[in-house]
Structures are given as structure tokens and as C-alpha cells.
């Protein structure tokens, strides 16, 4: 079935520490490319996007994401982890040829220890 | 607006009511999206808007549910006899152009009792 796969439910990483959290999907063509974020109540924030060239994205607030086509993946990073960055975050696609709609993963929740 | 609006941020209603949420996108955007957050089923997509038009409609989960979008602005979600299973969080999304990127609103948190 086509889907957006965020294996982790959840993910407690020290502050200062490196982040990666992963993101597949399965889908015959390569889609558009999302990670959101959301904190506690609030909507939904565009960390970054891929649509097309570099396979390297750099987004807001330090985070970054490289495409894989071989192992369909886009995973997000961030080599030193803020305790601000405690919030849910979401991999998201856009398969052109299914619409416009957003297609999420079900979210990893990230908290983080000092 | 700076950004997309959502109204009432929450709504608590009785079993068979009927409720309306109100999504101001963001001016200009022409695309205007409709998603539903709840436990059990995370993110789902419910309707699309292109102007006033709506060439995707199939996330919507019964004839119960519909939606309306006005002067290619405002858009308003209509459930009818809302039901317990109902009780999620309504986010709206707009976006300009075809690269898709969608500004989420903080959403409208529905509680049916």
C-alpha cells in the first residue's frame, strides 16, 4: 500500500545532542517532499521541502533533510538538539498525480532531556 | 490576513448538533485544504478547494460532513448530527501556485459530547 512511514512513536535525545528522525514512503514515483512541526495546541509549521535538484535541504531552525531515492527516504537532522525543539514532527507528501493533498506519517514525538 | 485563521479555536457540542468551522486563508492563496487530527487516525486530508471549486472531495467521511468556500476566500466545514467519533482537531491549510506548500492555521478543536 502506498504510504509515509516515521518508524519512531518516540524519541528522547539529551540537549546538545545530534537528531535524526526517519521518514520512508511507498510510492512508484518520487512525491513532494514535507517536514512539519507542531508544539502543544498549535498548528502546523513548514520546517522544510523537497521538490526537485540538491538532495540536501536546509530548513528553519537548524534542521536539515536529505532525499534518498534509492532507499526512499527523507530523513530530518539537526546536529545539536534545544530544548524548544520538543514537539511532534511530521513527514508529509504530495503525489501530484493523486491531488494536492498532503499525505502524513502518524508523527514522531520528540522530547528532550537536560 | 498574516496568516491562516481558524475559528471558534474550540467548539464543544452536543451529540446530533450541527456545528460550522470558519477557515481564513492566508490573502491571495487560492488552494485551501481542509485535514482532521485525531488519536486514533492521526493526519487525514478531508476536501480541497481550488477557488470555489472543490475537484477533491474524497477524504470526507460521510454525507454528513461538507464544505463551502466562498469569493475564493473564506471557507466554512459543516458537520451535521455530529457524532462522538467527530471530537478531533479541524486544521485548514492554504497555498499559492503549484509547488503545494501548504500554511497551516492552529485549528479548531471540536469536542462532542
Known amino acids: 500500500a502506498q504510504s509515509v512511514t516515521q518508524p519512531d512513536i518516540h524519541i528522547t535525545v539529551s540537549e546538545g545532542a545530534s537528531l535524526e528522525l526517519r521518514c520512508n514512503y511507498s510510492y512508484g514515483a518520487t512525491p513532494y517532499l514535507f517536514w512539519y512541526v507542531q508544539s502543544p495546541g498549535q498548528g502546523l509549521q513548514l520546517l522544510l521541502k523537497y521538490f526537485s535538484g540538491d538532495t540536501l535541504v536546509q530548513g528553519i531552525k537548524g534542521f536539515e533533510a536529505e532525499f534518498k531515492r534509492s532507499q526512499s527516504s527523507f530523513n530530518l537532522r539537526k546536529p545539536s538538539v534545544h530544548w524548544s525543539d520538543a514537539a511532534e514532527y511530521f513527514c508529509?507528501?504530495?503525489?501530484?498525480?493523486?491531488?494536492?493533498?498532503?499525505?502524513f506519517g502518524a508523527g514522531t514525538i520528540l522530547r528532550v532531556k537536560s | 490576513g498574516a496568516g491562516v485563521s481558524q475559528s471558534p479555536s474550540n467548539k464543544v457540542t452536543e451529540k446530533g448538533k450541527d456545528v460550522e468551522l470558519r477557515c481564513d486563508p492566508i490573502?491571495?492563496?487560492?488552494?485551501l485544504y481542509w485535514y482532521r487530527q485525531s488519536l486514533g487516525q492521526g493526519l487525514e486530508f478531508l476536501i480541497y478547494f481550488q477557488g470555489n471549486s472543490a475537484p477533491d472531495k474524497s477524504g470526507l467521511p460521510s454525507d454528513r460532513f461538507s464544505a463551502e468556500r466562498t469569493g475564493g476566500s473564506v471557507s466554512t466545514l459543516t458537520i451535521q448530527r455530529t457524532q462522538q467519533e467527530d471530537s478531533a482537531v479541524y486544521l485548514c491549510a492554504s497555498s499559492l501556485g503549484d509547488r503545494n506548500i501548504q500554511y497551516f492555521g492552529a485549528g479548531t478543536r471540536l469536542s462532542v459530547l
Open positions: 508529509a507528501v504530495v503525489l501530484k498525480e493523486y491531488g494536492n493533498k498532503l499525505v
Open positions: 490573502s491571495g492563496h487560492t488552494a
